[in-house]
């Protein structure tokens, strides 16, 4: 019984997968998740491809090992999207939620023994630390956007200035981060 | 619900009432002479004067889109068709957009190879658009033969095509007395039931798609239909409606009788898609040949294109910059027209 | 709520809970932060005399129009539908197939359904069917037509400063209807109210006045020139002497002023000079720099056909007045769209100018005959063919390099092979992105048409994400890092989006690996790129990662 539900979960991989990814899409407007659905083309449809991708390798994460560095790994392509896309952050990482309501619509809600609880339990307290690792991942994206807003103009163009000595601005003495 | 399909099919159904109670009424002066007159007579200067309109706009510049490598040096191979260096290659180029639709297979050409099903759709679109295109085609060729007596080998010949084809009819006793099936009224059929099920089915294209798109494609299913429907069951009086079509291009309109309904309502929905046409997307037909990303050559480079209204704008002169920045360009060893010495008497004579 | 009732494939793929989606004429426009441009500074507008120069915030209700806007934008619309045969034809044929639906950079990236390419351009022909077509009026918004308003207004501006104007769509369009040319018309409509963003009009305003789009003043670029002369002793050991606005030289050279100003676009300029000094000191050929015509990019092309015209003028001016025998042009992309298709049009014919002929090479460039500019890399490549160039692509052995077609360059041009051949015989290691993201299929870099402000850094690099999805794929497949390009904008661009998508890919200009690899007379032996790294570090790390991988 030790392993069942983490073994019935994981018998149903593409079923389960096809539901969660489907979840995933609800952000987009309509027509716009059709369109990441089906195109399989992963260069035409890179936000498709990626969101598919992270989200096998989380589930077999979540069914596995559950290395967080590998569940990081895998965040990282779909939340880095989220990030430079119209989805709020809560919407950016709910669908990790979605996987819980997915799981007890197929498998039932309510654990039949305390082993299985106690399963339960576990499966979900894996999805929050998901979730806790895909608030990590989006805000590092987020300020990763912000920097380059405002260092771009900085990086690209004053700094060419600066290396040929055109300016000296007084109140920035500081040695360039990055200069050779 | 979509107001849009369902408007377009409202009207549809509409132009199929009036035109069935008018073959009731009796009105087949009306609906076999007189609106068919008047629907060539919209079409043809409708589609004259939308061409011309387009005409009368000029094309200022040269914008091909270019689709391979222009023309370079020798030992560089140019794209003689996707990115033409001559008018023959522009020939080539819109004669392959118009009988292959090139650009839109060019959706279909990439593709993985681990990736299946619903990717396969997109040729669909493709095969499709030629499909009801051809079929089409092969349609209103076919109904030449009502206009021209005798009809004329090429038709003939055809027709001998296209039903031979044919599907065959699995109980002879059925088949006894059936016309030669055509396939290119079931073709046509099909194609247009496809590209107006993907239009309702595909959300993305549902999402763009307008009366104007569903309506035509709701029309022409109306056209074939009631076309198969002449030839394969209620069985029109061939003789009685050749008659008519013979009336009419001669100028000598006469309305036998005997003809059904179906046929009134045929005719009424063939002359509505004539009238509509002029006023509609599918000026798509003319548009593509006039199209300036299509129609003219890459090599913009070599040959100047004129602009008809290309008028003088005002622009910041050499003079002008330089006489801001003299003193500056002086200092920094920048070669000068005036030196700074000439530039300060003409100053002060000015002053003067 | 009216729920629009699901069809079978939406029951398939439950979708359950997707926001019920109301008809896109009826979807109000958010403005949202991080997508749109900042509004122009009226004084820039003003500085070219252009139409209303007010001041305004987009994200405000009242844009301060004139009174009687809406007649301006009819008119405006009428006029440019008599004066272009493609908006017009553009106007009237599109029959929304939706193959054009998912091509488009922006809506794969960001995934809003306005940058469908077929609804942008829906966008004015909905108002194209309620002014200028009787049975559009008399059906309204079933027909999908719609009059004129200040949510529209606010629609435009928002999605026609969200094409980059790079024609992929127009690739897969049957009849070639190119969203280039709508949102082209469409700006120019926006500019007769004054409503252009600040990152397109200020550049024009410099460049008008400047001669570039920084506003750099003629000391100040030579100073930056001069810097580049430095910094290229201190690599090589050979100074260059380059040459500026000098009467009776062989060529003028224009580039954008983003290679002079912006890292990593200097080193591409110093490719430029070492360039030219070589074939002075092996071939006495004379080229010559100009500081009034010292913008190759055109961002008026951003703003209005007029405006074009009037920046590009003094690329033919000065070449008249320098008496020079014709005009070399750098790496640029909208540049060369606009060298290519319009300037021989607006402002030719050049007879003043000689049809281009390399006398290294005795190569007519045919291809240039009229408008008398050749592209330096076609250049380059004519050098390099005829075996005129001193080569040791050895030293760019530590790059793996893959090259990034921009998209003017060749959706307006078909300059393909140059760049190739060039990259090909200065670097031993080239590998080719998935054929449909390259070529006349290449993806925008998500930054063009005047779009590669800071603020809107979410729209850039969510368009930017098909083509560094494309740089990854290489990058993890072959070890790429760096990323070739002949566009300025591509070189600002894309450093920000490999950061963001593959850290690990620099950006590079073709001709600063053409001169990594030229040998220069008298050089000493080069122990750094010009960027001043170490070769032999390079070539150790290389080894690393290839030995890793």
């Known amino acids: 019984m030790g392993e069942a539900l983490f073994a019935r979960i994981a018998k149903e991989r593409a079923p389960l997968l096809s539901l969660w990814f489907d979840a995933a899409l609800e952000g987009y407007a309509r027509d716009t998740a059709s369109f990441l659905k089906d195109r399989r083309d992963p260069f035409a449809n890179p936000v498709g491809h990626h969101t598919r991708r992270g989200l096998e390798r989380l589930f077999d994460e979540l069914v596995g090992a559950m290395d967080m560095e590998a569940v990081t790994q895998a965040l990282d392509p779909i939340l880095r999207i989220r990030a430079v896309q119209h989805l709020t952050p809560a919407r950016a990482v709910e669908f990790l939620f979605r996987f819980k309501r997915i799981l007890s619509e197929r498998f ?23 979730v806790l690792a895909a608030f990590d991942v989006y805000m590092a994206c987020r300020e990763q956007v912000m920097e380059l807003k405002a260092n771009e103009m900085r990086q690209r163009t004053f700094r060419a200035f600066q290396r040929a000595g055109l300016v000296r601005p007084e109140h920035e003495k500081a040695p360039e981060a990055d200069g050779e | 619900m979509n107001t849009r399909y369902l408007f377009a099919f409202l009207v549809v159904f509409v132009l199929f009432l009036v035109s069935w109670l008018g073959a009731a009424a009796g009105l087949g002066w009306l609906f076999g002479v007189v609106i068919p007159y008047a629907a060539v007579v919209v079409f043809v200067v409708g589609f004259a004067r939308k061409v011309l309109s387009w005409a009368a706009s000029p094309v200022p510049f040269a914008i091909p889109t270019t689709a391979g490598q222009g023309r ?14 001559s008018n023959w290659g522009v020939f080539l180029r819109l004669l392959f957009e118009v009988l292959t639709f090139r650009s839109l297979f060019r959706n279909t050409r990439m593709r993985l190879k681990e990736e299946k099903l619903t990717y396969q759709l997109e040729i669909f679109l493709w095969v499709g658009a030629l499909a009801f295109h051809y079929a089409f085609l092969t349609v209103l060729l076919r109904h030449t033969r009502f206009f021209l007596e005798p009809t004329p080998w090429c038709i003939q010949v055809l027709e001998t095509l296209d039903s031979f084809f044919r599907v065959e009819i699995l109980y002879p006793g059925v088949q006894f007395g059936l016309p030669a099936v055509y396939l290119s009224g079931f073709v046509l059929l099909a194609a247009v039931v496809y590209l107006a099920l993907r239009r309702i089915v595909i959300p993305s294209v549902r999402y763009v798609s307008l009366a104007s798109d569903y309506f035509p494609l709701l029309l022409i299913f109306g056209i074939a239909f009631s076309g198969i429907l002449m030839r394969y069951v209620t069985k029109v009086d061939i003789r009685a409606v050749k008659e008519l079509t013979l009336g009419l291009v001669t100028f000598r309109p006469t309305v036998p009788e005997g003809i059904g309904a179906v046929f009134y309502i045929h005719l009424f929905l063939v002359c509505t898609l004539l009238a509509y046409f002029p006023y509609s997307k599918l000026m798509h037909l003319g548009g593509v040949f006039l199209s300036p990303t299509r129609n003219l050559r890459g090599d913009t480079r070599a040959y100047r294109h004129v602009n008809p209204w290309n008028y003088p704008v005002p622009v910041h002169t050499y003079e002008e910059y330089e006489e801001e920045f003299r003193d500056k360009m002086v200092e920094a060893g920048l070669p000068v027209e005036k030196p700074l010495a000439d530039a300060a008497d003409e100053a002060a004579q000015e002053k003067e | 709520m009216a729920e629009a009732k ?3 494939q939406d029951v398939l793929h439950r979708i359950q809970h997707t926001p019920p989606r109301s008809d896109w004429m009826e979807t109000p426009v958010e403005i949202r932060k991080g997508m749109y441009c900042y509004a122009a500074n009226p004084k820039s507008v003003a500085t070219l005399g252009l139409p209303h120069p007010h001041a305004w915030n987009p994200v405000e209700d009242d844009w301060h129009l004139p009174e009687n806007w809406q007649q301006i934008l009819h008119e405006g619309f009428k006029e440019r539908l008599e004066r ?55 059906l309204g918004k079933v027909n999908g037509a719609r009059p004129m308003s200040f949510e529209v207004l606010r629609e435009w501006w928002y999605y026609l400063f969200q094409c980059s104007e790079c024609r992929r769509c127009s690739l897969f369009c049957p009849y070639g209807i190119d969203t280039a040319e709508i949102t082209i018309m469409g700006r120019e409509l926006l500019n007769l109210l004054g409503l252009n963003i600040d ?62 100003f912006a890292d990593p676009g200097t080193y591409t300029a110093m490719g430029y000079l070492m360039l030219f000094h070589y074939l002075e000191e092996k071939y006495g050929l004379k080229v010559t720099w100009s500081t009034y015509a010292s913008e190759g990019g055109n961002f008026g092309f951003f703003t209005s056909h007029e405006t074009m015209k009037r920046l590009n003028a003094k690329m033919y001016a000065e070449a008249k007045r320098l008496k020079v025998k014709w005009i070399l042009g750098g790496e640029c992309g909208h540049m060369w769209r606009v060298i290519h298709q319009y300037m021989d049009t607006m402002n030719g014919p050049a007879d003043f100018l000689e049809v281009p002929v390399n006398p290294i090479t005795g190569t007519r460039f045919e291809q240039a005959r009229s408008t008398k500019m050749v592209h330096l890399v076609e250049f380059t490549a004519d050098l390099i063919h005829h075996g005129k160039l001193d080569l040791d692509p050895r030293r760019n052995d530590y790059l793996k390099v893959t090259f990034h077609d921009s998209c003017n360059p060749s959706r307006g041009m078909g300059f393909f092979e140059e760049p190739r051949y060039v990259i090909r015989n200065v670097c031993n290691h080239f590998y080719e992105m998935p054929a449909n993201t390259i070529r006349e299929q290449t993806f925008c870099c998500g930054s063009g048409a005047g779009l590669n402000a800071g603020e809107n850094m979410e729209l850039r690099l969510a368009g930017g994400l098909p083509r560094a999805n494309a740089v990854q794929h290489v990058h993890r497949k072959y070890g790429v890092n760096m990323l070739a390009c002949i566009c300025a904008i591509d070189r600002a661009a894309l450093p920000a989006l490999m950061d963001y998508w593959v850290p690990g890919v620099q950006v590079t200009g073709v001709h600063e690996l053409v001169a990594n690899a030229l040998n220069l007379p008298g050089q000493n032996e080069r122990t750094t790129n010009l960027r001043g790294e170490e070769f032999e570090e390079l070539m150790a790390q290389a080894e690393g990662q290839s030995d890793e991988g």
């Open chain 1, 108 to 130: 039932g809600a309510a654990p039949r023994s305390a082993e299985a609880a106690g399963l339960l339990f576990e499966l979900h307290e894996r999805i929050d630390r998901m």
């Open chain 2, 72 to 85: 370079s040096f020798p030992w560089i191979p140019q794209a003689k068709i996707d990115n033409p260096a």
């Open chain 3, 6 to 8: 699901p069809t079978p």
């Open chain 3, 84 to 138: 272009f045969r493609s908006f017009k034809v553009f106007m009237d044929i599109c029959v929304r197939c939706g193959a054009c639906a998912d091509k488009c950079h922006y809506f794969i990236g960001t995934g809003d359904p306005k940058n469908m390419p077929v609804l942008r351009a829906e966008l004015l022909r909905s108002v194209y069917r309620n002014d200028f077509s009787r049975m559009g009026r008399l």
């Open chain 3, 199 to 260: 990152w397109i009009a200020t550049p024009v305003a410099n460049c008008y006045m400047n001669g570039n789009h920084l506003g750099i003043q003629p000391h100040a670029f030579k100073d930056m020139i001069d810097f580049f002369v430095d910094d290229i002793e201190e690599k090589t050991g050979v100074r260059v002497k380059p040459r500026f606005m000098e009467k009776g030289a062989d060529i003028l050279f224009i580039t954008p002023s983003g290679d002079v």
